[in-house]
Each structure stands twice: as C-alpha cells, then as structure tokens.
C-alpha cells in the first residue's frame, strides 16, 4: 500500500534516525512527486540515516561539484539532444544541464567508457531531484556503482537470455513471430536490463518503477527487472504479433505509457506461476 506524503515526511522528519527500513517499505510501493527527491536520496545512500550531520553533506557536496572540471565531449551532447527529442521533454534547460551532469562525471574518469544508455539513466535522475544538478550527479554515481557488478560480470546479458528462454517456453506464438522476422530480441532486452528499462519507457513511467527498483537489494532487482520485462512482452504481445522486423525493434526501445502498479501486480503474479511451474516439473519427471 502506498504512503501519502505525509506518511513520507514523517518518517524523514524522524526526531533522531530516519527509519531506513519503514522508507524502504513505502517507496517499494510509489513515491509522491513532490518527495521523491529526498526519498531517493536515502534509496541511492546519499543522504545519511542521521540528521545530525546533514546541512554538512549537503555543502560537501556542492563543493565537491563545484571543484570539478568537465571536458566538453561531443558525444555526451549530441546523445543528451538525441534523448531529450525522443522523450519530448519541454524543459529548455534540461539537455545543457544533464551534458554538465555527464561531462563532471566522465571527467571523474576518463577511462569509464561513455554508452548513450547512461543519458537515460541520468535524465530519471534529474527530474526525481526538481533540477537540482548536484543532487542527480551523486545520484547518478551511486545507481551506476550499484549496477556495476551486474553489468560488469555480464548479468544482465544472462537475463537477457533467460527472458528469450521463457518467451520460448511461455509465448510460443511470439517465439516462432520472431523467428520468421530473422528477429533475435536480446540485445534490445539487454538494454532494459542494463538501463532499467529507461531506454524504452515514458519518463513518468521510468519514475514510479524507479520507485521500485531503487527499494530492492542488488539481488533482488535482476529478478524483479525480468519480470516485469516478461509482463511487458505479454502485456504488449498483441501488438508485437502485427508487426515486422524493424517495427518489432523501434516500438521494443519506445514502448507507450502504461499504468506501473498493474504492471507491477502482473510481474508479481508471472513470477509466482512461474515458480510454481519450475517447482513441479521436477516432480512430473519423476512420475513418468
């Protein structure tokens, strides 16, 4: 059950500690808009449990951001204009302020290697914190560090394939649409996995399962990330089946809006029919 946004300042106008668990809780189930900023700030582990220190992080950070000295990259621009047109975001200042966001942190490291994915990742970001550039910099940091193992260890490309496998097994219809388009969707499913979906959903969409996502332990997101991929398929597998091969693609990396806690029950209620599935496989072998 959702919180209001009174229910979330209480628990982050806490008299000592903010109730880390109690947030955790809540956000798994949306935030409010209005506090999303501050609630993601503790999902992302920015801003610490007490409030003794926190006028001083808050400066630490801004100084820290002041300091830093970005290099124009060329790239970063031209993938934020790209992102900025494809989400038909209005906000005149957006696209200079996430390249500022980008270029601070890739001139962090030079060595990262820069992937447009990640523009996707920061624009979620920067609207969660109103604008705020030093807020989504250190937001950004902290998401990116959380998914490095998965990505880093190639995770998300296993998913990937485990979703194929289960379209094979679960969808066959759609299996045998994408073998007759010589269609092989996996590299566009990688990319919801490597970007949180953020590559291929409306921005108000990309908020709400963020609320989400951000709530889960490193081990549980690879898991809720797949199936809510899966109850994307089936959600939208109608269409899918109308269309071609480049069609199939451009509309499986720009999907419509869609209602998030229904497609939250419907991943929830896949998984359970799947495991029941897997758990009594086993016990038919053994019958036969």
């Given at each position: ?143 990116l560090d959380r998914l490095y193992s998965f990505i880093d260890s190639g995770l998300h490309l296993r998913y ?129």
């Amino acid at each position: 059950m959702s919180l209001t946004e009174e229910q979330f300042l209480e628990i982050l106008d806490g008299d000592v500690l903010v109730d880390k668990d109690k947030l955790i809780s809540g956000a798994k189930y949306g935030v409010p808009d209005s506090m999303r900023s501050k609630v993601w700030m503790y999902l992302l582990n920015i801003s610490d449990s007490s409030h003794h220190f926190e006028g001083q992080q808050v400066e630490e950070r801004n100084k820290y951001y002041k300091s830093l000295r970005p290099t124009t990259f060329l790239p970063i621009k031209n993938a934020v204009n790209t992102a900025v047109h494809h989400m038909a975001l209005t906000d005149k200042n957006i696209a200079a302020k996430i390249s500022n966001i980008l270029c601070n942190f890739f001139s962090c490291d030079p060595n990262i290697h820069f992937n447009p994915g990640i523009v996707n990742l920061t624009i979620p970001l920067y609207t969660a914190a109103d604008g705020d550039e030093v807020s989504a910099f250190f937001m950004l940091t902290n998401l990116l560090d959380r998914l490095y193992s998965f990505i880093d260890s190639g995770l998300h490309l296993r998913y990937a394939a485990k979703l194929g496998k289960y379209i094979n097994i679960f969808m066959p219809e759609l299996a045998n649409h994408f073998e007759n388009e010589d269609l092989d969707p996996d590299e566009v499913f990688a990319h919801w996995f490597q970007f949180l979906h953020s590559t291929a959903l409306p921005l108000k969409a990309i908020l709400r399962l963020w609320d989400t996502y951000l709530s889960l332990s490193a081990d549980d997101l690879p898991k809720e990330l797949l199936y809510v991929s899966l109850a994307l398929v089936e959600r939208f597998m109608p269409k899918i089946l109308r269309l071609e091969h480049l069609d199939i693609l451009n509309f499986l990396s720009h999907l419509p809006m869609i209602d998030v806690d229904v497609l939250l029950v419907q991943a929830g209620t896949m998984r359970a029919q799947l495991q029941t599935f897997f758990q009594s496989e086993p016990q038919k072998k053994q019958s036969e």
